[in-house]
Antibody
Framework: EVQLVESGGGLVQPGGSLRLSCAASGFTFSNYWMTWVRQAPGKGLEWVANIKPDGSDKYCVDSVRGRFTISRDNAKNSLYLQMNSLRVDDTAMYYC?????????WGQGTLVTVSS | DIQMTQSPSSLSASVGDRVTITCRASQGIRNDLGWYQQKPGKAPKRLIYAASSLQSGVPSRFSGSGSGTEFILAISSLQPEDFATYYCLQNNSFPRTFGQGTKVEIK
C-alpha cells in the first residue's frame, strides 16, 4: 500500500524558511515523478512543483520560482520542499503526491502558516 | 499557462440524481486531464485519469469524457458519500493547473 507522510510544517514569520519532507513507502519511489500541491485555507488546489524520478528535471509554478526548491533522496525514499522567503500568501496545507501527471496517491498534508 | 475553467462552481442535487461537471481548457490538452474528489479536511482522491480512465476502486457511477478543450465528469446516480468538492487538473504542460472546483451539496 502506498503511504506518503508529510512533515515539517509549522508557524513561521514572513521572510522565514521551512523545509518540508515527505516519507514514501509501499512503492518503488525511485521510479516515480513526485509532486507538491498546496491548498490555502478555504481555497482550491494549486500545483506547486514536480520532480523527475532521478531528480534531473524540476518544474514549479511561477509564484514560488526562486524561493522554493523541490528535491528528493531516492536512497531515503524521501521528497523535500525547501521554502525560503516565505510570504503570508504561502500559508496553506502542503500535500505530496505520486506521479507527475495527474497524481494518483496523496499524503494527508502538512500545514504551513506564515504570519507575524 | 493553460487556464482551466470549471462549471458550475457549486450545485445542489438529490440522492439518485445524475450530475455533470464541465472543465474547459484555454487551449487543447488532448486527453491529459484528471478529476479529483475532496472531502472537508481530507486529501484529494483521484477519480479519473487520462480524461476517461476510471481509477481502480472508484465506483462505476463516476465517468469522464472529452478531449481537446472540453471535458465532463458525470456521476450517474448521486450517493450520500459523493457530496464533496470536485477538481479537474490538466497535465498536458507545465505549470499544471487545476480548475477552481465544484462543490456538490445536498438539495
Amino acid at each position: 500500500e502506498v503511504q506518503l507522510v508529510e512533515s515539517g510544517g509549522g508557524l513561521v514569520q514572513p521572510g522565514g524558511s521551512l523545509r518540508l519532507s515527505c516519507a514514501a513507502s509501499g512503492f518503488t519511489f525511485s521510479n516515480y515523478w513526485m509532486t507538491w500541491v498546496r491548498q490555502a485555507p478555504g481555497k482550491g488546489l494549486e500545483w506547486v512543483a514536480n520532480i523527475k524520478p532521478d531528480g534531473s528535471d524540476k518544474y514549479c509554478v511561477d509564484s514560488v520560482r526562486g524561493r522554493f526548491t523541490i528535491s528528493r533522496d531516492n536512497a531515503k525514499n524521501s521528497l523535500y520542499l525547501q521554502m525560503n522567503s516565505l510570504r503570508v500568501d504561502d500559508t496553506a496545507m502542503y500535500y505530496c503526491a505520486t506521479g507527475g501527471g495527474a497524481p494518483a496517491s496523496w499524503g494527508q498534508g502538512t500545514l504551513v502558516t506564515v504570519s507575524s | 499557462d493553460i487556464q482551466m475553467t470549471q462549471s458550475p462552481s457549486s450545485l445542489s442535487a438529490s440522492v439518485g440524481d445524475r450530475v455533470t461537471i464541465t472543465c474547459r481548457a484555454s487551449q487543447g490538452i488532448r486527453n491529459d486531464l484528471g478529476w479529483y474528489q475532496q472531502k472537508p479536511g481530507k486529501a484529494p482522491k483521484r477519480l479519473i485519469y487520462a480524461a476517461s480512465s476510471l481509477q481502480s476502486g472508484v465506483p462505476s457511477r463516476f465517468s469522464g469524457s472529452g478531449s481537446g478543450t472540453e471535458f465532463i465528469l458525470a456521476i450517474s446516480s448521486l450517493q450520500p458519500e459523493d457530496f464533496a468538492t470536485y477538481y479537474c487538473l490538466q497535465n498536458n504542460s507545465f505549470p499544471r493547473t487545476f480548475g477552481q472546483g465544484t462543490k456538490v451539496e445536498i438539495k
